[in-house]
């Protein structure tokens, strides 16, 4: 194992860096910069930009300096901790995204805690009662959650608890604790708010994953061996949990790596739909800005959650079933 | 009674690792020295591809003997008047098993093997990298068989893709036991 963590460890190195290479290069291929749009957008308003403070941001933030030599800089100012400036919001990135990083991350976890505690029980009910009345009716609201936006469904509890409850459900935290510090009463009060963004954003991830842990089980159950283990007496559940749910788990492993961008970047609509205090909106109108450096960041973070999970799902993978594909080969 | 090494090429290959690992992680630790929380985790790093430089160097000097009593691994530190640390397995009281594999790629292909074994008197591990890996795995898996040991599915997937035939070593393992109970014996279990 220990070999195997340093060869994976080894190839998410320079991983991260091609995709910080490939990340920087993207968001500067749109032609011009923030400068450059921020000239075009005051002539358009019929206003004189001030070409002297121009240029001195722009060799202030080195955007005068050659591709690489940017590049350089960004990398080496992320790894101190220093993710560059917001040329729109006029701040240090990191004074910008402030709480919502942490509060997208509290709003992620939550939401792939709430895919599994309710996928796991309603995927083995469906497998263990394949083609009965609760199948049936588990199945058609899985495909239901499967079919339905997340947007839409924000929209539709949006709708409904106002109507209904004359409430609003917008924001993630009561107004009071908008901008305050981090205290007991602000935590409480985003475990209040935190149901209704974790129900909008994992609706389709619940159903998505019944089926395909539905779909495992019931291949692991029709396998020879559970039925040897059924003729030869064994009780039911040991015969379901010893082998054939071990077996099926691991795409809820192999899935970790993926889950966690998916749930970020598929909860920038909702987040737009139900006011959250996120990272969603932000990166989508830092992407529209071309705010480079704090786009750039929120790309980077998502695809370090991405190469973490692929790596701590591919460590859990073998861990718990080191074994060989025999179309593979074992080579020295 | 064979002598079996750690092949050069696999040891050199995790030298070029553990080197690279610490370059890259020692020049980034250098870089981010004043700020608090990457320097712990940069630190952690280097830290790891140095005990995996360390483990790689053991390696290098590490031998396995296989007989048919046992296998016995010595790592010999300070060259050939130096000290040698040796530990050993018999056969007989070999009490668990597990084959295991390693691959970086996602089609889990072009991995490797590594072999842990159990007894009262310890634990011993053999990746296969060691030359001649297979006959290790042989001699665990037969003596695994003879001490009906417990194997996982892995396992006993491992072995087959090794082509060691747990089926026929367990049939010929039930026809030994046969012979040596004898006519008389067989007719009665409880003698």
């Given at each position: 194992m220990f070999r195997?963590?340093?060869?994976?460890?080894l190839i998410m190195i320079p991983t991260m860096l091609v995709i910080s290479f490939l990340v920087f290069l993207i968001i500067q291929l749109p032609p011009g910069d923030y400068l450059t749009t921020l000239i075009e957008e005051l002539r358009a308003l019929g206003e004189k930009p001030d070409l002297a403070r121009i240029a001195e941001m722009k060799k202030e933030f080195g955007l005068d300096q050659p591709f690489i030599v940017q590049y350089a800089n960004w990398?080496?100012?992320?790894?101190?901790g220093d993710f560059g400036f917001s040329f729109e919001h006029e701040l240090p990135v990191q004074d910008v995204v402030g709480d919502r990083f942490w509060l997208s991350f509290i709003v992620s976890v939550a939401t792939i805690l709430f895919i599994w505690i309710v996928s796991f029980p309603i995927a083995i009910y469906s497998a263990t009662h394949q083609y009965s009345w609760g199948d049936h009716g588990l199945t058609f609201i899985g495909f239901l959650g499967l079919a339905t936006p997340n947007f839409l469904l924000a929209l539709v509890m949006v709708y409904f608890?106002?109507?209904?409850?004359?409430?609003?459900?917008?924001?993630?935290?009561?107004?009071?604790?908008?901008?305050a510090g981090w205290s007991w009463g602000k935590f409480l009060s985003v475990l209040e708010h935190?149901?209704?963004?974790?129900?909008?954003?994992g609706t389709s991830g619940t159903a998505a994953m019944i089926r395909?842990?539905?779909?495992?089980?019931?291949?692991?159950?029709?396998?020879q061996y559970v039925v040897t283990g059924r003729a030869k007496g064994l009780p039911p559940a040991k015969l379901l949990l010893k082998y054939p749910l071990r077996m099926s788990l691991n795409p809820f492993i192999a899935d970790i790596g993926d889950i966690l961008p998916q749930v970020?970047?598929?909860?920038?609509?909702v987040s737009v739909v139900l006011s959250l205090p996120t990272t969603g909106k932000m990166l989508y109108e830092a992407l529209l800005s071309q705010d480079m450096y704090l786009a750039g960041s929120f790309l980077m973070f998502l695809a370090f959650l991405t190469v973490i999970g692929v790596l701590l799902s591919d460590l859990a993978l073998a861990a718990l079933d080191p074994r060989i594909r025999l179309a593979g080969q074992a080579t020295k | 009674?064979?002598?079996?090494?750690?092949?050069?090429?696999?040891?050199?290959?995790?030298?070029?690792?553990a080197v690279i690992g610490l370059a890259l992680c020692g020049t980034s630790l250098y870089a981010v020295w004043g700020h608090n929380v990457a320097r712990w985790i940069f630190l952690a790093l280097v830290v790891f591809f140095a005990l995996f430089a360390l483990r790689t160097k053991l390696r290098q000097f590490t031998e396995f003997e296989l007989t048919e009593e046992g296998i016995r691994r010595s790592i010999g530190v300070g060259g050939a008047s130096g000290k040698r640390f040796s530990k050993s397995l018999s056969w007989n009281s070999l009490d668990r098993v597990r084959l295991k594999f390693y691959s970086t790629r996602r089609d889990r292909s072009n991995g490797w093997m590594h072999l842990v074994m159990r007894s009262a008197e310890g634990r011993l591990s053999v990746d296969s990298t060691v030359d001649q890996f297979d006959q290790i795995a042989q001699a665990a898996a037969h003596a695994a068989v003879v001490n009906r040991v417990d194997m996982s599915g892995a396992t006993m997937s491992n072995f087959a893709a090794l082509d060691v035939r747990l089926d026929r070593l367990r049939a010929a393992n039930e026809s030994a036991m046969a012979t040596d109970q004898g006519p008389d014996d067989r007719s009665d279990p409880n003698k």
């Amino acid at each position: 194992m220990f070999r195997y963590i340093a060869h994976r460890l080894l190839i998410m190195i320079p991983t991260m860096l091609v995709i910080s290479f490939l990340v920087f290069l993207i968001i500067q291929l749109p032609p011009g910069d923030y400068l450059t749009t921020l000239i075009e957008e005051l002539r358009a308003l019929g206003e004189k930009p001030d070409l002297a403070r121009i240029a001195e941001m722009k060799k202030e933030f080195g955007l005068d300096q050659p591709f690489i030599v940017q590049y350089a800089n960004w990398v080496f100012g992320m790894l101190q901790g220093d993710f560059g400036f917001s040329f729109e919001h006029e701040l240090p990135v990191q004074d910008v995204v402030g709480d919502r990083f942490w509060l997208s991350f509290i709003v992620s976890v939550a939401t792939i805690l709430f895919i599994w505690i309710v996928s796991f029980p309603i995927a083995i009910y469906s497998a263990t009662h394949q083609y009965s009345w609760g199948d049936h009716g588990l199945t058609f609201i899985g495909f239901l959650g499967l079919a339905t936006p997340n947007f839409l469904l924000a929209l539709v509890m949006v709708y409904f608890a106002n109507e209904w409850f004359g409430t609003e459900i917008g924001g993630l935290m009561d107004e009071k604790y908008v901008g305050a510090g981090w205290s007991w009463g602000k935590f409480l009060s985003v475990l209040e708010h935190l149901w209704i963004p974790v129900v909008v954003i994992g609706t389709s991830g619940t159903a998505a994953m019944i089926r395909r842990l539905r779909a495992n089980l019931l291949d692991e159950l029709q396998k020879q061996y559970v039925v040897t283990g059924r003729a030869k007496g064994l009780p039911p559940a040991k015969l379901l949990l010893k082998y054939p749910l071990r077996m099926s788990l691991n795409p809820f492993i192999a899935d970790i790596g993926d889950i966690l961008p998916q749930v970020i970047s598929g909860a920038v609509i909702v987040s737009v739909v139900l006011s959250l205090p996120t990272t969603g909106k932000m990166l989508y109108e830092a992407l529209l800005s071309q705010d480079m450096y704090l786009a750039g960041s929120f790309l980077m973070f998502l695809a370090f959650l991405t190469v973490i999970g692929v790596l701590l799902s591919d460590l859990a993978l073998a861990a718990l079933d080191p074994r060989i594909r025999l179309a593979g080969q074992a080579t020295k | 009674m064979s002598r079996l090494r750690y092949s050069p090429a696999a040891v050199r290959g995790d030298y070029i690792r553990a080197v690279i690992g610490l370059a890259l992680c020692g020049t980034s630790l250098y870089a981010v020295w004043g700020h608090n929380v990457a320097r712990w985790i940069f630190l952690a790093l280097v830290v790891f591809f140095a005990l995996f430089a360390l483990r790689t160097k053991l390696r290098q000097f590490t031998e396995f003997e296989l007989t048919e009593e046992g296998i016995r691994r010595s790592i010999g530190v300070g060259g050939a008047s130096g000290k040698r640390f040796s530990k050993s397995l018999s056969w007989n009281s070999l009490d668990r098993v597990r084959l295991k594999f390693y691959s970086t790629r996602r089609d889990r292909s072009n991995g490797w093997m590594h072999l842990v074994m159990r007894s009262a008197e310890g634990r011993l591990s053999v990746d296969s990298t060691v030359d001649q890996f297979d006959q290790i795995a042989q001699a665990a898996a037969h003596a695994a068989v003879v001490n009906r040991v417990d194997m996982s599915g892995a396992t006993m997937s491992n072995f087959a893709a090794l082509d060691v035939r747990l089926d026929r070593l367990r049939a010929a393992n039930e026809s030994a036991m046969a012979t040596d109970q004898g006519p008389d014996d067989r007719s009665d279990p409880n003698k």
